[in-house]
């Protein structure tokens, strides 16, 4: 097996994406797996003592080949999908997963690491090998490592029960979105419904072999309806289903997550218990940036404390709107998007499609490119290099010296085969190599609306801020001077400040001097009009302050049910709904109806990655509003600032606590006013 008959085996240079096949897939996978475990296995029989150059070395060397081989697998399988290639990424996704737990609980590796850490060589190791080091000795034991038999075989046991129960959570909510359909035949019952979301629903009832329309619980059903029907009998019908899924008051009660919630909490604790922590909460936060479950409940019920009288201004406005224009006397649950879809479109009366038209593709680029050139002294070019889709683009970033940096693909457009959403991925992370410095590379995906004829692509502001989002990321992947493997780029950045550099840049999508370089139509040329700017900036905090108590509650919620509820039993809170009904007589300014299930279908905490975690979006863009008032102080396009930033958050990845790297390049620990000021909460009396 070589790079000749396997271009998945060929590491001298970027993917070989003309080239790899479905049926390369398993023999790679099969011979770097073979490799790494042969690698491991010299690695942990070696008798000498442990150094940087016999361990960690050997060990990054195997694990790059791997994950480079098998991230374009897995980058393949989202952006150019077929059965072929699922079939074979599905094939080997349990040997990979398999081969990570295994290293996880290696104990003779763990050892290895531990001997590195206690040898006074240590000492002279600079501060990135030092975090690596102890970042490794971290993930073995929260990986059970350290675990006498018994308790190895307990905590693996209880993983996979967690797994399990998982799956079964997100099966029921599923099940329970696709069981219900309700059939409209009276078209005049749907009034206010876009016509696109009625040619869908027509269709959808004639494929049932029915007339008239077909209403359903998954998103572009549902929200269309909440947002514009008004039928307000309709709005409560679709509300109730909706929020009762996979709950006691569904039509389906064998799917009712609730038993299943209180079993996770158990189980989590249990899990958190062997590994001799008191809590799942205090786990979840060993390897992010908050330092303890106490200070993120702090931080939560601050901004709820700051955020909630503009919530209740929010809310008031909505309701007196909703009373004196739309004849309802009390807003009620299914009227507050309703209202607020109302309330807006004639408070802000302007066309997206209208602000579309400035915003071509060429002209939305070279405006990103501008702002990064001019704030982090790069120049980026646009190359050519073998693709997986002849729409997807190439570009090299360059210092001012003209040495290479990093390299990044622009897969923009929306496509049949494609995974939904917006993402950065890595391909290829920074590192050194025998011989030099390994050049990061980076997948930047997005799922826009591809040109049409020739015409060229336009997007929506909406569009243009996700652009800007991910290169956000990809600028922390590719800008990084790390040359560790493991803390280089996004690897190894704590996980509540991942969101730091991607909502940083989403910033410039607001600045005046930044979008009227970026905008031209594209038939007549003229740039973007300062009114029509002016309009869309008024509308951006819209309600910010209900919106900003929403996802409080639910941070909140998160954080006391895996820090202070206890599964066993408690007074005060004798189940998860009623410490749900606590939390939003504290934070919550919208009523909520009497059938309210949300927890049931609360998937990011209870199927999802997000337990205990659920408050790093708030968390981070309190950091990316602090770190933009900086530019916002010195120069928006300030070179100064885009250095500083550069050089103590950027370039340092994983290799310091984010906090640190915050610190340093903020001059002080992150604050709350501009994110509140950002929003449009700014003193009220
Ligand atoms: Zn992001």
């Known amino acids: 097996m070589n790079?000749?008959?396997?271009?998945l085996l060929d590491f001298s240079g970027l993917p070989r994406f003309d080239a790899i096949r479905p049926e390369h897939v398993t023999p790679a996978v099969d011979a770097l797996l073979a490799d790494a475990r042969r690698a491991i296995e010299t690695i942990a029989t070696n008798p000498a003592p442990p150094t940087w150059g016999t361990v960690v070395e050997p060990l990054a060397e195997s694990l790059d080949r791997l994950d480079r081989a098998w991230g374009a697998v897995r980058h393949l399988n989202a952006v150019v999908n077929t059965q072929e290639l699922r079939d074979a990424h599905n094939a080997n996704l349990p040997k990979i997963v398999a081969f990570h737990a295994d290293l996880g609980q290696d104990l003779r590796m763990y050892d290895k690491y531990r001997a590195l850490r206690a040898q006074p060589a240590f000492a002279t190791l600079d501060a990135a090998r030092k975090t690596l080091v102890d970042n490794e000795l971290r993930d073995f034991k929260l990986s059970g490592a350290e675990l006498g038999e018994a308790g190895k075989a307990r905590f693996k046991a209880v993983q996979e029960a967690l797994a399990d129960l998982s799956t079964q959570f997100e099966e029921h909510l599923l099940d329970a979105t696709n069981a219900w359909a309700h059939y409209v035949e009276d078209a005049a019952e749907l009034a206010g419904v876009p016509d696109d979301v009625l040619a869908e629903a027509r269709a959808a009832a004639q494929a049932d072999g029915r007339t008239g329309y077909k209403l359903t619980l998954r998103m572009p059903s549902f929200l269309p309806v909440m947002d514009y029907a008004h039928n307000r009998d309709l709005r409560r019908l679709v509300h109730e289903a909706y929020s009762t899924r996979a709950s006691d008051l569904s039509a389906h009660p064998e799917w009712d997550n609730a038993p299943l919630i209180t079993r996770i909490l158990e189980l989590r604790r249990e899990a958190a218990q062997l590994l001799g922590y008191g809590n799942y909460a205090q786990v979840s936060l060993v390897p992010k940036m908050a330092g303890s479950p106490a200070e993120v409940i702090a931080f939560l019920r601050d901004l709820a404390r700051r955020a909630k009288p503009f919530a209740e201004r929010d809310f008031a406005e909505l309701a007196a709107f909703a009373r004196d224009e739309l004849g309802l006397a009390e807003l009620m649950p299914w009227d507050v998007a309703y209202a607020a879809e109302q309330l807006k479109a004639k408070r802000y009366f302007y066309n997206e499609q209208e602000v579309r038209q400035?915003?071509?593709e060429d002209q939305v680029l070279a405006g990103l490119f501008r702002v990064v050139e001019t704030i982090y002294a790069v120049n980026i070019r646009e190359g050519r290099t073998a693709v997986w889709h002849p729409s997807v683009r190439f570009f090299h970033i360059h210092d001012r010296n003209d040495a290479l940096v990093g390299e990044f693909y622009f897969d923009l457009y929306a496509r049949e085969g494609k995974q939904g959403g917006a993402w950065m991925d890595d391909a290829i992370n920074r590192r050194s190599v025998r011989g030099g410095i390994q050049h990061p590379v980076a997948?930047?995906?997005?799922?826009?609306?591809?040109?049409?004829g020739d015409r060229p692509a336009t997007f929506t502001h909406d569009e243009v801020i996700t652009i800007f989002h991910e290169f956000g990321h990809g600028l922390h992947q590719l800008l990084t001077r790390v040359d560790v493997a493991g803390v280089s780029g996004i690897q190894g950045v704590e996980w509540d400040a991942i969101e730091l550099p991607s909502q940083f840049m989403e910033n410039f999508c607001w600045e005046w001097d930044v979008l009227r370089h970026m905008t031209r139509?594209?038939?007549t040329g003229a740039p973007l009009p300062r009114e029509l700017f002016d309009k869309m900036l008024a509308a951006k905090n819209f309600l910010s302050g209900m919106w900003t108590v929403r996802q409080l509650e639910m941070g909140l919620f998160d954080m006391l049910l895996h820090d202070q509820f206890d599964p066993a039993g408690m007074a005060a809170w004798p189940t998860p709904l009623s410490l749900l009904a606590?939390?939003?007589?504290?934070?919550?300014?919208?009523?909520?109806?009497?059938?309210?299930r949300f927890m049931e279908s609360f998937a990011h905490v209870f199927a999802g990655g997000y337990a205990a975690g659920y408050y790093s979006y708030k968390w981070a863009e309190v950091l990316s509003a602090d770190a933009f008032s900086l530019f916002e102080e010195e120069g928006v396009l300030s070179p100064a600032a885009g250095a500083r930033f550069r050089d103590e958050v950027l370039a340092r990845g994983g290799s310091r606590p984010a906090l640190e790297s915050f610190v340093a390049f903020r001059g002080r620990p992150p604050q709350l006013d501009a994110l509140l000021r950002h929003n449009g909460m700014v003193a009220i009396q």
Not at 3 to 7: D, G, I, L, M, S
Not at 585 to 596: H, K, L, Q
């Open 358 to 360: 400035y915003f071509p």
């Open 3 to 7: 790079p000749t008959t396997n271009p």
């Open 582 to 596: 606590a939390v939003r007589a504290e934070v919550a300014v919208v009523p909520r109806a009497p059938y309210d």
């Open 521 to 523: 139509h594209v038939d």
């Open 443 to 452: 997948y930047l995906t997005c799922n826009l609306s591809a040109p049409v």
